[in-house]
């Protein structure tokens, strides 16, 4: 199964430090799956990522790879997308690096609809760093900084994105991986800022302190509690997969050329 995609790794770097269970390593597969579908040339792709447990993905991708600093992928994204619009620029960030450190930063690429595909892969911890709650812990979940229940209400990641400017938004799980593949193609394919909200199970920092006993059981409730995208939830713990939303938007880099062309042309009469 693996030698199919081995080609998108670098063999020496692994194994990966991810826990058992965990479901990052499901969901690499299915971003190298869509990358394997979309025909990409490898040389081509660049992976940004910032700090955290998912963040440790570009490590063992073999394709141009950035590991930047804690919140600030998007930010290293969008320099190298404005300098080399050709490259396909994706990047991956876990919740707590792209909502609370990088919020600003998601807010703004999403303001821009700079041509990058960000993948949020959302345990809904900080699980690299001790189990702190995140930015879309849900509420009354633990964590080591909420141990009687997260007071604090989740974003709504999506919702977020699409009201500074996104335009693609989509949401799959680590158990609903064919789901995940196909909305990473789609968010590849759209020109503008495209953001995947990849929920994943974290069976040690979060299934521990919430009554999990197994990643399995975490599978198990991400397959219960993910409805079609327009369905009616039945219980607050329910949530849409597919795509969200989809919109038509200018570029930034595409409406960077035209003003770069504009000024050329006056240049050239001056």
């Given at each position: 199964?693996?030698?199919?995609?081995?080609?998108?790794?670098?063999?020496?770097?692994?194994?990966?430090?991810?826990?058992?269970?965990?479901?990052?390593?499901?969901?690499?597969?299915?971003?190298?799956?869509?990358?394997?579908?979309?025909?990409?040339?490898?040389?081509?792709?660049?992976f940004v990522s910032g700090i955290g447990c998912s963040s440790r993905?570009?490590?063992?991708?073999?394709?141009?790879?950035?590991?930047?600093?804690?919140?600030?992928?998007?930010?290293?994204?969008?320099?190298?997308?404005?300098?080399?619009?050709?490259?396909?620029?994706f990047v991956v960030m876990g919740d707590g690096d792209s909502t609370?450190?990088?919020?600003?930063?998601?807010?703004?690429?999403?303001?821009?609809?700079?041509?990058?595909?960000?993948?949020?892969?959302?345990?809904?911890?900080?699980?690299?760093?001790?189990?702190?709650?995140?930015?879309?812990?849900?509420?009354?979940?633990?964590?080591?900084?909420?141990?009687?229940?997260?007071?604090?209400?989740?974003?709504?990641?999506?919702?977020?994105?699409?009201?500074?400017?996104?335009?693609?938004?989509?949401?799959?799980?680590?158990?609903?991986?064919?789901?995940?593949?196909?909305?990473?193609?789609?968010?590849?394919?759209?020109?503008?800022?495209?953001?995947?909200?990849?929920?994943?199970?974290?069976?040690?920092?979060?299934?521990?302190?919430?009554?999990?006993?197994?990643?399995?059981?975490?599978?198990?409730?991400?397959?219960?509690?993910?409805?079609?995208?327009?369905?009616?939830?039945?219980?607050?713990?329910?949530?849409?997969?597919?795509?969200?939303?989809?919109?038509?938007?200018?570029?930034?880099?595409?409406?960077?050329?035209?003003?770069?062309?504009?000024?050329?042309?006056?240049?050239?009469?001056?």
């Amino acid at each position: 199964m693996f030698q199919d995609i081995a080609q998108y790794f670098r063999i020496e770097t692994l194994p990966h430090i991810w826990c058992p269970g965990c479901g990052i390593g499901t969901i690499t597969a299915a971003i190298v799956r869509a990358i394997q579908a979309l025909q990409l040339d490898q040389n081509n792709v660049i992976f940004v990522s910032g700090i955290g447990c998912s963040s440790r993905m570009p490590g063992y991708l073999d394709f141009n790879t950035i590991h930047t600093t804690h919140g600030r992928a998007l930010a290293f994204a969008t320099g190298i997308k404005a300098a080399r619009p050709n490259l396909d620029v994706f990047v991956v960030m876990g919740d707590g690096d792209s909502t609370a450190i990088g919020g600003n930063h998601l807010i703004h690429a999403a303001r821009r609809n700079i041509d990058l595909t960000a993948i949020v892969i959302n345990n809904s911890i900080y699980g690299m760093t001790g189990g702190q709650t995140s930015p879309l812990t849900p509420y009354d979940k633990r964590g080591t900084t909420s141990p009687y229940g997260n007071l604090e209400r989740p974003f709504q990641i999506l919702d977020l994105c699409e009201a500074a400017g996104a335009t693609y938004g989509g949401r799959a799980t680590a158990y609903h991986n064919q789901i995940l593949t196909k909305l990473i193609m789609d968010a590849y394919n759209n020109s503008g800022f495209s953001i995947v909200e990849a929920i994943s199970q974290c069976p040690v920092s979060y299934g521990r302190k919430n009554r999990f006993k197994t990643p399995a059981d975490m599978l198990l409730w991400q397959k219960e509690h993910a409805i079609k995208s327009g369905q009616i939830p039945v219980s607050e713990e329910d949530f849409p997969i597919g795509e969200i939303f989809k919109r038509q938007r200018p570029e930034y880099t595409h409406e960077y050329e035209k003003l770069r062309k504009k000024l050329r042309e006056a240049s050239a009469y001056d």
